[in-house]
């Protein structure tokens, strides 16, 4: 019984410490006597006692590092913060072991390293605006430079961007100015197409004025030719009646005795009768002949 109870013993105390689940994204390596044995992947596994042990559990999913702001300097001269996100996975447990001593730590340095090396080759708009630049040579640096340690870099991203207090109030004065130069061409040209549309509703409509002017003239026109030319009918149509019906010679005298008060137009009323009729008579024969001859 006490031997059983001793093997019971030796069986929790040396058996189930050595027996290890390695869950999934998850990678043990295992040394023996000091040295690397091999690296265990998901599953059961036993480990000899006193012999091997777990040196490192690596994790191999994607792993996110936000470093803090690191101070760079321009290729004009301006120092700003920068902080940069990194996205790497471990590819080689046993490298990312024994490759470098603290591997974060040597990832954080490198980056810092790297960013102050590529900011110091760009001017201060070009740093705000080439974002994409730093990130896709750090990427391409960092994996390059990681690769011996079992890392991958999937890539970095550029988070913020802090130029210096004086740099900020000046590209804030800078963008004002901007968009006041933007507002006031909008303004100019909104007005230079209001003038525009102004000056051809003017001229349009001052042709349009003319044109009824001139129809206006034409109709009016029209109207006193084709009234006096009715007239100048009627007074024709007036002499045939008259000459048809063979008037005599107080008729005669008569209308022309009217044409003599035509031809004062209407300014005088009194008539006057000459003493002598045969002068009014001689008159009207002329007036007949005058007739006469219209008629011919």
């Known amino acids: 019984m006490e031997l059983l109870i001793i093997i019971l013993v030796l069986v929790v105390v040396l058996v189930l410490p050595n027996i290890k689940i390695v869950p999934q994204a998850k990678s043990y390596v295992v040394e023996r006597l000091g040295s690397y044995l091999c690296t265990w992947g998901n599953g059961l596994h036993i480990k000899i006692p006193f012999i091997d042990r777990v040196s490192n559990q690596v994790t191999l999913k994607e792993i996110v590092k936000d470093f803090d702001p690191q101070p760079v300097i321009t290729k004009d001269n301006v120092t700003m913060q920068i902080d940069t996100v990194v996205y790497f996975q471990i590819t080689d447990p046993k ?68 130029p210096p207090r004086d740099i900020q109030e000046a590209m804030e004065k ?66 045939k009646i008259i000459m048809s019906a063979k008037p005599d010679q107080k008729i005669i005298t008569l209308k022309s005795l009217d044409a003599l008060k035509d031809i004062a137009n209407g300014q005088s009323t009194k008539i006057i009768v000459p003493s002598n009729l045969q002068d009014i008579a001689t008159i009207g024969t002329t007036i007949k002949e005058m007739l006469k001859d219209e008629k011919k």
């Not at 954080?108 to 090396?117: D, F």
């Not at 963008?175 to 525009?196: D, T």
């Open 174 to 239: 800078q963008m004002r100015a901007e968009r006041e130069r933007r507002e006031s061409i909008l303004k100019a040209e909104g007005e230079k197409k209001s003038a525009i549309l102004i000056a051809e509703g003017e001229k349009a409509s001052a042709i349009l004025r003319a044109e009824a002017k001139k129809e206006s003239q034409i109709k009016e026109a029209e109207g006193e030719a084709e009234a006096l030319l009715k007239m100048k009918n009627a007074e024709a149509e007036g002499i």
């Open 95 to 162: 490298l990312y072991t024994y490759g470098v001593e603290n591997p974060i730590s040597a990832i954080e340095n490198l980056t810092a390293t790297t960013l102050r090396n590529i900011i110091g080759e760009l001017e201060l708009d070009e740093t705000l605006t080439s974002r994409d630049l730093i990130n896709s040579k750090m990427r391409s640096i960092l994996d390059e430079a990681t690769d011996p340690w079992g890392i991958k870099v999937n890539r970095v991203e550029v988070k913020n961007i802090i």
